[in-house]
């Protein structure tokens, strides 16, 4: 017997129509396209064009093929995509790729996406995604588009409840950000506390800390104005070879450096100390009196040619009285010229009182010295 194709839209085989009728023939060729087809093949290679079974297979593997394709329902890979594995050619919007040897430890064991109305608080694990499906309950996009940044520096800051803005960066460099409740981001830039403070217009002052108080020292690098209409006052202060032009000095009090000894000998006057010198013990001897500004430091390097000090030496004389036979400075008398009160030095002492001598240092020149020196005596 023939057969012969039921149409051309789909071509299966039918018994020809002039054979005679065999329902078993007629359904072997209508479903395998030949009376010959044997029902035990296993070869998709031996099913004959046309026949329904070539149909049905065809269409079997149009559904696996489409299964397996990669579309923007998922896909679990071992390795990035590529565009060209998809139809139309490029990752499809919506697509999401999980790599199944990453880190989140090899197959996916469960969900990758979470698709509910508000945000998800239990059942979450590392790479699961949370869709909001009621994008009422979001007042903006989540996320932040590029396009709102237009500048290197520009800052994303919130205006208000669930209202978010963008501050663009300072146009100076080295502004920084500071508190504003008066603008519109509450923030604004203003210029670094390294410049002039202009004004302080309440609390106590300004007082510059460490963490466990006042620091000691304040370094500044050009020179410093202070100017007030009301009391200036520094306690705890020392300042160290200080220029102060036409001082008011108002019962100023002075330093005074007392030693229970007796005059004698060479004596080291280190103005570093102090200015005046006060021994408190009968002198036992004729002595020589260096000044200088201390052990490690000459009185010549502390001095500028045209400057002077004055000291005072405090001698207390018991009945047999001595005095001062020599002045040195920087413990020698090379360059040092002494006037004294009067136009004569003294050439004893004063017993039974406090003998005072007072001696102008004036610098001439480097390791040159003209003083002016007088002795008293208070009894």
């Known amino acids: 017997m023939a057969t012969e194709?039921?149409?051309?839209?789909?071509?299966?085989?039918?018994?020809?129509?002039?054979?005679a009728a065999d329902i078993q023939a007629a359904l072997?060729?209508?479903?395998?396209?030949?009376?010959?087809?044997?029902?035990?093949?296993?070869?998709?290679?031996?099913?004959?064009?046309?026949?329904?079974?070539?149909?049905?297979?065809?269409?079997?593997?149009?559904?696996?093929?489409?299964?397996?394709?990669?579309?923007s329902g998922g896909d679990?890979?071992?390795?990035?995509?590529?565009?060209?594995?998809?139809?139309?050619?490029?990752?499809?919007?919506g697509?999401?790729?999980?790599?199944?040897?990453?880190?989140i430890g090899g197959q996916p064991v469960s969900a990758t996406a979470v698709f509910t109305n508000s945000v998800p608080t239990?059942?979450?694990s590392t790479g699961v995604i949370w869709v909001d499906?009621?994008?009422?309950?979001?007042?903006?996009?989540?996320?932040?588009?590029?396009?709102?940044?237009?500048?290197?520096g520009d800052i994303l800051i919130g205006t208000a409840n669930d209202t978010a803005s963008v501050l663009n960066v300072a146009s100076t460099n080295g502004y920084i950000l500071a508190v504003?409740?008066?603008?519109?981001?509450?923030?604004?830039?203003?210029?670094?506390?390294?410049?002039?403070?202009?004004?302080?217009?309440?609390?106590?002052?300004?007082?510059?800390?460490?963490?466990?108080?006042?620091?000691?020292?304040?370094?500044?690098?050009?020179?410093?104005?202070?100017?007030?209409?009301?009391?200036?006052?520094?306690?705890?202060?020392?300042?160290?070879?200080?220029?102060i032009n036409q001082p008011v000095l108002v019962s100023p009090e002075e330093r005074m450096n007392i030693v229970a000894s007796a005059a004698t000998g060479t004596i080291n006057l280190d103005t570093d100390t102090s200015g005046s010198w006060y021994y408190t013990t009968n002198a036992t001897g004729n002595w020589v009196l260096n000044v200088r500004a201390s052990s490690s430091t000459s009185l010549n390097s502390i001095l500028?040619?045209?400057?002077?000090l004055t000291v005072a030496f405090l001698a207390t004389q018991g009945s047999t009285a001595y005095y001062n036979t020599s002045l040195q400075v920087d413990g020698t008398t090379s360059g040092v010229t002494v006037e004294w009160q009067g136009g004569t030095a003294p050439t004893a002492g004063n017993a039974s009182g406090i003998d005072v001598y007072l001696y102008n240092i004036i610098k001439t020149a480097s390791a040159t010295f003209t003083v002016l020196a007088s002795q008293t005596k208070f009894a």
């Open 5 to 19: 194709s039921i149409g051309v839209l789909i071509p299966t085989a039918i018994p020809g129509y002039a054979d």
């Open 28 to 71: 072997r060729a209508y479903h395998y396209g030949s009376y010959e087809y044997s029902p035990a093949n296993t070869s998709p290679g031996s099913l004959v064009t046309p026949s329904m079974a070539k149909t049905i297979y065809d269409i079997q593997e149009d559904i696996t093929a489409l299964e397996n394709r990669p579309s």
């Open 76 to 93: 679990v890979a071992t390795t990035a995509p590529e565009p060209g594995d998809f139809t139309p050619s490029g990752i499809p919007n």
């Open 95 to 103: 697509y999401i790729w999980v790599d199944q040897d990453g880190t």
């Open 122 to 124: 239990s059942d979450l």
């Open 133 to 152: 499906k009621d994008p009422t309950s979001i007042t903006a996009n989540p996320f932040i588009p590029q396009a709102v940044i237009s500048a290197k």
């Open 180 to 243: 504003n409740s008066s603008t519109t981001s509450g923030l604004e830039w203003i210029v670094n506390d390294q410049g002039d403070i202009t004004a302080v217009t309440s609390g106590t002052g300004i007082s510059v800390t460490s963490s466990t108080g006042p620091i000691p020292s304040v370094a500044v690098d050009t020179a410093v104005v202070a100017t007030t209409n009301n009391t200036l006052t520094m306690s705890g202060k020392t300042l160290t070879t200080p220029i």
């Open 304 to 308: 500028t040619t045209g400057d002077s």
